[in-house]
């Protein structure tokens, strides 16, 4: 998947040249061009590709028919080529289809929110669905927002710093530092920030947690950050309805401190994971991970002293073993 991104976004003067042709088009057309393209890249792909991608959908969803794996995985193809067309062609006219892009919903939740963090801000929290890159921006012309990306990929950096020329801020997770991560997203929040934080990034050092029921390791930055400060947390998803347009869809916000201490990180995390679980489930062809999903399973069980997860999807701490 990251080779066919790289194609495009490594190659500064055949982006230019796309760019400047690109912009004679009316919308309407290169929608349809897009759909074609979706369609070539789909049925082009090589085997092992789509195959996994429709394994990792069964996978996870099933029962479902094979038509219906087969619609949503052309369906993400789709996604994937809008999406790519929109970062890099079509992101430095966003003022000026701004408006015909966004069908947005609950955003009430998020005044609700910005009222009860009494001067501190908010968390959004979010997988990786849709056009997030989109979604950040339309955050961003609204609130002081923040958020943390991973840059690192050379074939995913052109697409950031894309963002962050429309004045779009973020940290990279690979090249700051821990601690002072921490101590940057605690004093956004505290001073009445917004944070967006994408909550599906795998590392093999994240905490051990449970996704589709399978163990695997998410970050727990967002639920150590509401737990500790004290703030809401906005769950969130986008999702493409037809061609360049998008819902955002904002839910009601989380107040986890209320419902866990500081210790219980681990389990406030849980219902985050249940958040991003659903609305996966619900739009499934939006998701990106499918190709790779597979990869973020733990592969061993964890033992020792090391956390793992019951049955139930609440957090368990292994004592190290006696003697």
């Not at 929608?31 to 996994?52: D, S």
Request: aromatic share 16%; proline share 5%.
């Amino acid at each position: 998947m990251y080779d066919w991104i790289a194609k495009l976004t490594t190659n500064d003067t055949l982006l230019r040249r796309l760019s400047n042709g690109f912009s004679f088009f009316p919308s309407w057309l290169m929608n349809g061009v897009c759909a074609i393209m979706a369609r070539v890249l789909f049925w082009g792909a090589r085997k092992g590709v789509r195959r996994r991608i429709e394994r990792n959908m069964g996978d996870l969803l099933a029962p479902l028919p094979l038509s219906i794996l087969k619609r949503n995985s052309l369906n993400y193809f789709r996604n994937l080529v809008f999406t790519l067309y929109e970062i890099l062609f079509r992101s430095h006219r966003m003022e000026k289809y701004a408006i015909s892009s966004f069908d947005v919903r609950g955003e009430a939740n998020l005044h609700e929110a910005q009222v009860r963090a009494q001067g501190k801000g908010f968390i959004v929290y979010t997988p990786h669905m849709g056009n997030f890159f989109y979604y950040y921006w339309y955050l961003t012309r609204k609130y002081d927002c923040l958020t943390i990306a991973s840059a690192g990929s050379p074939e995913l950096r052109p697409l950031y710093l894309k963002f962050q020329a429309m004045g779009c801020k973020g940290l990279d997770y690979d090249s700051t530092p821990p601690l002072e991560m921490y101590r940057t997203l605690k004093k956004h929040l505290s001073g009445g920030g917004v944070l967006f934080i994408l909550g599906d990034f795998w590392r093999p050092t994240f905490p051990i947690s449970r996704l589709f029921g399978r163990l695997t390791r998410t970050p727990e930055g967002a639920a150590m950050l509401a737990l500790e400060i004290r703030v809401p947390i906005v769950p969130f998803y986008g999702y493409r309805v037809k061609g360049f347009r998008h819902r955002l869809v904002f839910e009601q916000p989380m107040y986890l401190f209320e419902q866990f201490s500081r210790s219980q990180r681990t389990e406030a995390n849980q219902v985050l994971n249940l958040f991003m679980e659903r609305v996966i489930r619900d739009r499934p062809s939006e998701w990106f991970y499918w190709f790779n999903v597979h990869e973020h399973w733990e592969k061993a069980r964890v033992t020792g002293a090391a956390e793992r997860m019951d049955e139930t999807g609440n957090s368990v701490r292994a004592s190290e073993a006696a003697g």
